[in-house]
Nanobody, 123 residues
């Protein structure tokens, strides 16, 4: 049974930082592309960042480039998302997801999802 469990959400002021982590079990972690999505109240789930399982190539939503960093540690089946220079519009529930392939910024490409962790940024 595949499980993804996120940690690290919280409440910060604008300009602050957070580090999210997501630990996977029940799958061959290095064979999966991993991503972070987020969802704000009343909005659809939105792609944030992606890291390739095969070679570590990354991609980001334009509005988070140079502020967020995705990374992973295969030895611990964990993917991280470092969030710096946070803005109020970054508020939402952040989900990690695992995919065996497909269009990296489409939620439909991901078979497995975590339960989400709340990030709240205040002004």
């Amino acid at each position: 049974q595949v499980q993804l469990v996120e940690f690290g959400g919280g409440s910060v002021q604008a300009g602050g930082s957070l580090r999210l982590s997501c630990t996977a079990s029940g799958l061959t972690f290095s064979s999966y592309d991993m991503a972070w999505f987020r969802q704000a109240p009343g909005n659809e789930r939105e792609f944030v960042a992606w890291i390739s399982g095969s070679d570590g190539v990354t991609a980001y939503l334009d509005s988070v480039k140079d502020r967020f960093t995705i990374s992973k540690f295969n030895g611990e089946n964990t993917v991280f998302l470092r969030l710096d220079s946070l803005r109020t519009e970054d508020t939402g529930v952040y989900y990690c997801a695992a995919s065996g392939g497909g269009i990296y910024n489409r939620a439909a490409s991901y078979a497995y999802w975590g339960q989400g962790t709340q990030v709240t940024v205040s002004s």
